[in-house]
């Protein structure tokens, strides 16, 4: 995998939390407690495309529901429930 490929895999604070509709801070707090997987580099906070695929999948098994559809998006009652501690 080149690096560009590699980039193009991360999803950043900003990233995550516009998919989310939560602050950077929230994400930032997930990602430090543990309850986000991801990776840190400096100060800056990343998550592979793959593994956060995973995760939401994982979430979605883990509150009952089906598998996850591409076209389906998470609400915010159900990314506060997956981010709760």
């Known amino acids: 995998m080149a690096i560009s490929d590699a980039a193009v895999d991360l999803l950043d604070v900003p990233?995550?939390?516009?998919?989310?509709?939560?602050?950077?801070?929230?994400?930032?707090?997930?990602?430090?407690?543990?309850?986000?997987p991801g990776l840190r580099h400096g100060r800056r906070w990343f998550v592979r495309r793959s593994t956060?695929?995973?995760?939401?999948?994982?979430?979605?098994?883990?509150?009952?529901?089906?598998?996850?559809?591409?076209a389906v998006r998470a609400t915010s009652d159900d990314v506060a429930r997956a981010l709760a501690p």
């Open 15 to 36: 990233q995550l939390a516009a998919l989310f509709h939560v602050t950077r801070g929230a994400i930032r707090k997930a990602l430090r407690e543990g309850r986000l």
């Open 52 to 70: 956060f695929d995973r995760w939401l999948e994982d979430q979605e098994h883990a509150a009952g529901g089906g598998s996850v559809r591409p």
